[in-house]
């Protein structure tokens, strides 16, 4: 295997560009019962403004120029093309840390908090809190191209990205993440202490214990909001885990199905009062988009569901320091008790607001609360 890292420029042909706005002219818009709203998915008429302004009048180019404004890498890791953002702080002794995203995200989540990472003393903080950020996209998303093998479950990423931290030369280094970001941060932590010095999850998973434990009425209200989250909103992991391929179909041959399949998870899962645009603008909504259209990685980033649902190995737990930020529209939201079982939490913060995806919709939060945690273990 080479150790090669090369520079990588994201720049998408001119003609997958206009594919794309041909296929946006050719949409058709489903119909919808009078009356009704986000409570069948993403309304008819929302997605049609959606589907108009991705055609019409947003700017691809200026957002690849955006994102190109950080220093993008490719390096090849256990056969999979792993491609990363390398943000580096001008301050020495700058805190080595990986940050992981999730589904349906992208490092499209973490484009505000970068800076505010790096140079900390211009956003409200202290250079002593500054951090080298390493922001892979996940092997199968984005442009970390599809995965071409079977099994790129959640250790195997782990150990990927353990890997990629050696190979861009740090011996110490935090993880964070959320959603799958969470998962991939909890296995590093298991099996990385040797490097790994600490954790930080925005979206713990903990398992019920057997015996019962005393639970807080917050710590009730988490567990109703998981139950109704089963009931109501858990179908796309279900299809996602069992059958990708055929889901596949559809999200990667239209561009409208695809953005209404993501955008209605943004709207869902963030702290938004029932719009996404109340939280996300327009185009970060569309630049997360676009980022799975074309790279064709829709398919791929849901075949992570499916190596999960048949992963054989089991999670280890975690003895690192560990750091919560525990989100008030978080999707899941266990119990202090069952997190602090499988963790060692050694800091736990009740955040004001902000939901899953918790860099995005609160980044000044989400930035002060990686300083405040990553401090004791600096």
Request: charged share 25%.
């Amino acid at each position: 295997m080479s150790d090669q890292i090369e520079r990588f420029e994201i720049r998408v042909d001119d003609a997958v560009l206009d594919d794309l706005r041909l296929r946006l002219s050719h949409t058709r818009i489903p119909d919808q019962i009078d009356g009704t709203g986000w409570e069948y998915g993403i309304p008819a008429d929302y997605l049609a403004e959606l589907v108009g302004y991705w055609r019409d009048t947003y700017d691809w180019r200026a957002q690849e120029a955006q994102l190109n404004e950080f220093a993008h890498f490719r390096t090849v890791i256990d056969g999979q093309s792993v491609h990363f953002v390398d943000a580096r702080s001008p301050h020495d002794g700058a805190f080595p840390l990986l940050l992981t995203h999730g589904w349906p995200g992208s490092i499209v989540e973490f484009l505000r908090v970068f800076p505010m990472l790096t140079h900390p003393e211009a956003h409200g903080g202290d250079a002593a809190d500054a951090f080298h950020v390493i922001a892979p996209s996940l092997p199968g998303y984005g442009f970390s191209e599809p995965t071409r093998t079977r099994g790129w479950d959640v250790p195997r990423i782990a150990r990927a990205f353990m890997a990629l931290m050696a190979r861009v030369g740090y011996r110490r280094y935090g993880a964070q993440g959320g959603d799958w970001g969470a998962q991939v941060a909890t296995r590093i932590g298991a099996l990385d202490p040797q490097h790994c010095a600490a954790i930080h999850c925005n979206m713990p998973i903990a398992d019920r214990p057997d015996e019962p434990v005393e639970l807080s009425a917050d710590d009730k209200a988490g567990l109703a909001a998981l139950a109704e989250f089963a009931r109501e909103e858990s179908g796309y992991a279900l299809e996602q885990s069992t059958k990708p391929q055929t889901l596949g179909v559809a999200l990667n041959d239209s561009p409208a199905g695809l953005l209404a399949w993501v955008v209605e998870k943004f709207r869902t899962w963030s702290d938004c009062d029932g719009h996404p645009e109340n939280v996300f603008t327009r185009d970060e909504l569309l630049t997360n988009v676009t980022a799975y259209w074309v790279t064709g990685t829709i398919t791929s980033s849901a075949r992570l569901y499916w190596e999960h649902r048949h992963s054989a190995e089991a999670q280890l737990p975690v003895m690192v320091p560990t750091g919560i930020a525990r989100y008030p529209k978080e999707i899941l939201r266990y119990p202090r008790p069952w997190v602090e079982r499988a963790y060692n939490v050694t800091y736990w913060a009740d955040m004001p607001r902000g939901g899953h995806f918790a860099a995005m919709e609160q980044p000044e939060l989400f930035a002060a609360d990686l300083r405040a945690f990553f401090r004791t273990v600096r």
